[in-house]
């Protein structure tokens, strides 16, 4: 839905459905609930997710244009797409696979070209459009030297200016203006705000510049300035909390470089301050316990008295509970952002809070997905019917941003 010059909805990862056909089902099982709750009287946006086979599914004429039939039908829209993840998402081991293929490969080209061809096919008239995607590869998967993880840099980055070429030429064409969006996350070859400067200005903006000189024969200033529209960043609130970086301090340093946000992802991980006592330090570890699962990577940064420890998996900080040096856990888990307190445990919500406040004093994006598709790994007693808890996440949002 549209806010001031924004555009608000949730990702739909957080239904099942790795096919169109079962995608689609979900879509229409709940989304007219949620815009009934939300928005009923103006349109209403989605934040759509495709696997791979959906995309190649979609791509087909017929099941296209059903899908636009129904958009109109519905009074909605989309506006933005969650191309990170490639393959199946539910009811199967996700973790590190997420990553899979990760820019290194044609087939995340491919993927994620063919996407920006259905957002061009679906968006609005004069309405911009993005897509985020993944921070270029898993970083524990090339740890053997520094050569190796240079090397993956470059050909990610070189892959990743196929898209690049391809969103300028749909644009000037007459086309929608869209942008690809990176992903920061914890142990991706980009996890912070630093490392997005330092890769934009170190592989993408020298390896851009004369490939795009060459193809439309802009100059330097102009094929930099078609770099940072077309890739910006997407920050997810998460995974920012999860490397302890203030909202205040990521958009102030994105402002200083004069780099671009294109979607802001709001999301909320889990986190506490781990107690001296052990009899207080084992209850904390046990709320944890709780949330550790077999699908999804549960990344834990834990601030410590003399810096941060990363650990890839919940099970990996479990198991070094002892480590008195450990102050506080943040651990990956997107859960509803809602809700600020778990028991003895408490998620980033304040760092949404903030986030959505410096929105309304300087609006800083376009485009606002909450993204909450742990779902179906909740705990039990944290489950609500699902249309039911994404609407009380929109509403919540919608109070945060004053609307």
Not at 141 to 155: D, I, L, Q, Y
Not at 164 to 186: A, C, K, N, T, W
Not at 281 to 290: L, M, Q
Request: overall charge negative.
């Amino acid at each position: 839905m549209q806010i001031a010059e924004s555009h608000l909805t949730y990702c739909t990862n957080i239904h099942p459905g790795e096919n169109w056909a079962a995608h689609f089902q979900q879509l229409q099982q709940h989304i007219p609930a949620i815009k009934a709750s939300i928005s009923p009287d103006k349109p209403f946006g989605i934040g759509l997710r495709l696997s791979n086979t959906a995309s190649l599914e979609l791509s087909k004429e017929p099941a296209l244009n059903a899908f636009k039939a129904w958009l109109q039908e519905q009074n909605c829209y989309v506006f933005t797409m969650n191309g990170f993840p490639y393959g199946g998402f539910h009811h199967t081991r996700v973790k590190d696979q997420v990553h899979t293929p990760d820019w290194t490969t044609t087939e995340r080209v491919d993927y994620t070209m063919r996407l920006f061809r259905l957002l061009a096919a679906l968006l609005p008239e004069g309405m911009e459009g993005g897509i985020s995607t993944a921070p270029l590869s898993y970083k524990l998967w090339h740890v053997r030297c520094e050569t190796e993880k240079e090397a993956v840099m470059e050909n990610a980055t070189l892959n990743m200016l196929q898209v690049v070429q391809q969103l300028v030429s749909i644009h000037r064409s007459g086309g929608p203006f869209m942008h690809l969006d990176i992903e920061p996350e914890p142990d991706g070859m980009l996890e912070n705000s630093q490392e997005y400067i330092r890769w934009f200005f170190d592989y993408l903006l020298p390896a851009a510049i004369p490939m795009l000189k060459d193809k439309f024969g802009f100059t330097d200033e102009e094929a930099a300035e078609k770099v940072k529209v077309h890739i910006q960043l997407c920050y997810d609130v998460c995974h920012f909390a999860l490397v302890y970086e203030s909202p205040a301090a990521v958009l102030e340093t994105m402002r200083q470089y004069g780099l671009r946000i294109g979607k802001l992802q709001i999301s909320a991980a889990l986190k506490a301050i781990l107690p001296e006592s052990t009899i207080d330090r084992e209850a904390v570890i046990n709320s944890f316990r709780t949330f550790n699962e077999p699908t999804y990577l549960h990344q834990v940064i834990a601030r410590t008295t003399t810096g941060y420890l990363h650990y890839p998996d919940l099970p990996e900080a479990i198991s070094d509970a002892d480590n008195i040096t450990v102050k506080e856990w943040r651990s990956h888990f997107h859960v509803p952002v809602f809700i600020d307190h778990y028991g003895l445990l408490s998620s980033t919500q304040t760092d949404i809070r903030e986030v959505l406040q410096l929105q309304v004093k300087e609006p800083f994006t376009r485009h606002l997905e909450i993204e909450t598709y742990t779902w179906d790994v909740l705990p039990a007693d944290l489950k609500l019917p699902m249309s039911q808890s994404v609407s009380r996440e929109l509403g919540w949002v919608l109070q945060q941003l004053e609307y």
